[in-house]
Nanobody
Framework: QVQLVESGGGLVEPGNSLTISCKTS????????MAWFRQAPGKERELVAAVAANNGPVNYIDSVKDRFIIAKDSAKNTLDLLMRSLKPEDTAVYSC????????????????????WGQGTRVCVSS
């Protein structure tokens, strides 16, 4: 059983940066395909970024391209999301997800494809 615990959320002013992390335990970290999803108040959950198990191929939604970076850190067993040039519309609860036994090189974009979820960390972008 894989456990995911997010951390690093908080209040940040527009234009600033923030890194959130997802600590993984209970499974083989290198074998997991992972992703960050977010849900803003009154909106549907959406994929923010996804990374293949081999930490190679990545995918970002258009609104965060060139601002966010997703990466797996095998030394710490964490999935990190570096968020730069934050905007008020980035305000949401960010949750990490993991897929067990994925194809090594494949990115998974659909939330239904993920087996494990964290509880989420809240990010608020406001002045």
């Amino acid at each position: 059983q894989v456990q995911l615990v997010e951390s690093g959320g908080g209040l940040v002013e527009p234009g600033n940066s923030l890194t959130i992390s997802c600590k993984t335990s209970g499974g083989t970290f290198r074998g997991l395909a992972m992703a960050w999803f977010r849900q803003a108040p009154g909106k549907e959950r959406e994929l923010v970024a996804a990374v293949a198990a081999n930490n190679g191929p990545v995918n970002y939604i258009d609104s965060v391209k060139d601002r966010f970076i997703i990466a797996k850190d095998s030394a710490k067993n964490t999935l990190d999301l570096l968020m730069r040039s934050l905007k008020p519309e980035d305000t949401a609860v960010y949750s990490c997800a993991a897929k067990a036994t994925p194809k090594w090189w494949e990115i998974y974009l659909d939330s239904d494809e993920y087996d494990y979820w964290g509880q989420g960390t809240r990010v608020c972008v406001s002045s």
